[in-house]
T-cell receptor, first 113, second 117 residues
Framework: SQQGEEDPQALSIQEGENATMNCSYK?????LQWYRQNSGRGLVHLIL?????REKHSGRLRVTLDTSKKSSSLLITASRAADTASYFC?????????????FGKGMKLTVNP | DTGVSQDPRHKITKRGQNVTFRCDPI?????LYWYRQTLGQGPEFLTY????????KSRLLSDRFSAERPKGSFSTLEIQRTEQGDSAMYLC???????????????FGAGSRLTVL
């Protein structure tokens, strides 16, 4: 089963608006990552936040992490039509030394021009 | 370096046939991952390698699925006696592993889409 769950599952906004998506997970983690996937393509890494960090910025991206609530949020500011994609959170399933990433179901973002 | 390459990009097969997908990772990456993704879902972990060693395989993975990475470079994923439920996108990713950074960032290929009729 997948550990991360993104919320909402779909979001439609106008260009220039901000988009916020949330991710909840179940077990303790070392890191949480966000990936983007354009339709029919592979995933692209966006940003990583470590368990001892609370907030991180990269360009128009801002990610927060609350380990007490086992949740993260990704904010995309001043959205563009090119941001239209699916977004996934991923956590490192460190049980037994595993180095696999466990992905959520994803959130589909549509940015209307 | 051209990134992670997967071949073929699309495969249509009849139920019961065998199919094989190939993945060429980034050359300096020693970890290689296979994921399966169905429509509207996130990638589901199948298996991963460190060099040529297969370190983990999903318990959900049928015995009809087998993966190899014989020389620690490219990898193949074979599905025997395909079923309609195997229709999905098969994604390959590679990485340097956790290593010195303490974080495992994956680089994905474009995927191989399988349709079983």
């Amino acid at each position: 089963s997948q550990q991360g769950e993104e919320d909402p599952q779909a979001l439609s906004i106008q260009e220039g608006e901000n988009a916020t998506m949330n991710c909840s997970y179940k077990t303790s983690i070392n890191n949480l990552q966000w990936y983007r996937q354009n339709s029919g393509r592979g995933l692209v890494h966006l940003i990583l936040i470590r368990s001892n960090e609370r907030e991180k910025h990269s360009g128009r991206l801002r990610v927060t992490l609350d380990t007490s609530k086992k949740s993260s949020s990704l904010l995309i500011t001043a959205s563009r039509a090119a941001d239209t994609a699916s977004y996934f959170c991923a956590t490192d399933g460190r049980e037994g030394g595993s180095e696999k990433l466990v992905f959520g179901k994803g959130m589909k973002l549509t940015v209307n021009p | 370096d051209t990134g992670v390459s997967q071949d073929p990009r699309h495969k249509i097969t009849k139920r019961g046939q065998n199919v094989t997908f190939r993945c060429d990772p980034i050359s300096e990456h020693n970890r290689l991952y296979w994921y399966r993704q169905t429509l509207g879902q996130g990638p589901e972990f199948l298996t991963y390698f460190q060099n040529e060693a297969q370190l983990e395989k999903s318990r959900l993975l049928s015995d009809r699925f087998s993966a190899e990475r014989p020389k620690g470079s490219f990898s193949t994923l074979e599905i025997q006696r395909t079923e309609q439920g195997d229709s999905a996108m098969y994604l390959c990713a590679s990485s340097l592993g956790v290593g010195a950074t303490g974080a495992n960032v994956l680089t994905f290929g474009a995927g191989s889409r399988l349709t079983v009729l």
